[in-house]
């Protein structure tokens, strides 16, 4: 019999410490808001150093590229390739073959970038402020990511280049388009 009190009174405890964790404002909901904000500092520390929000792939592996010179100057930056679900991908929307003509606050690709090194450090430090890209897509001008999205398809932010391009897509297209905008 004194087992049978003993054994209903732990429940009984037992009920209460839950009942008192589990409530409106307990323990584990607070529990469970510092595991969220923990794992939203994370990502966000992640991409200041450069990384892919989960950590797994830094922003400068994700992508390759080549400068486009004309007259000993640098024009724009050229993504020849991207790795999928990286940084470059996710976070921007890159694809290969769109070129790079602004660094968000940064200026022009052609008044900033003097080296590939130039272009690696200046794209980096703009994924990890988070600034925009301006690249040139299918003759098309294009702002990325797009506002308020982390995924960025890409919406255009200007009409077609001149009607002075080749009128292809591709490559050649896109670098027509960049030789005919404005200085």
């Not at 923990?38 to 390759?64: H, P, Y």
């Not at 640098?74 to 003509?101: E, Q």
């Not at 797009?146 to 009128?167: E, I, L």
Request: charged content about 15%; proline content about 4%; overall charge neutral.
């Amino acid at each position: 019999m004194r087992a049978g009190f003993g054994l209903v009174g732990l429940l009984i405890c037992i009920g209460v410490i839950v009942w008192i964790m589990g409530g409106k404002g307990g323990t584990l909901e607070h529990t469970q808001q510092v595991l969220k904000s923990g794992e939203k500092a994370r990502s966000q520390v992640n991409v200041l150093s450069g990384n892919s929000a989960d950590g797994q792939i830094k922003f400068s592996d994700s992508l390759t590229t080549d400068l486009i010179q004309s007259g000993g100057h640098t024009d724009n930056i050229l993504v020849t390739s991207i790795v999928p679900g990286g940084p470059a991908d996710t976070y921007y929307g890159l694809k290969k073959d769109d070129c790079i003509v602004e660094l968000g606050d940064l200026g022009p690709v052609r008044t900033v970038v003097n080296s590939e090194d130039d272009a690696k450090a200046f794209l980096m430090d703009t994924y990890q402020h988070q600034r925009p890209l301006t690249v040139v897509r299918n003759s098309q001008k294009l702002t990325l990511p797009q506002a308020g999205t982390t995924a960025a398809p890409a919406t255009p932010t200007g009409a077609k280049a001149s009607s002075g391009n080749s009128g292809g897509g591709g490559l050649q297209g896109q670098l027509d388009a960049i030789q005919n905008s404005p200085r």
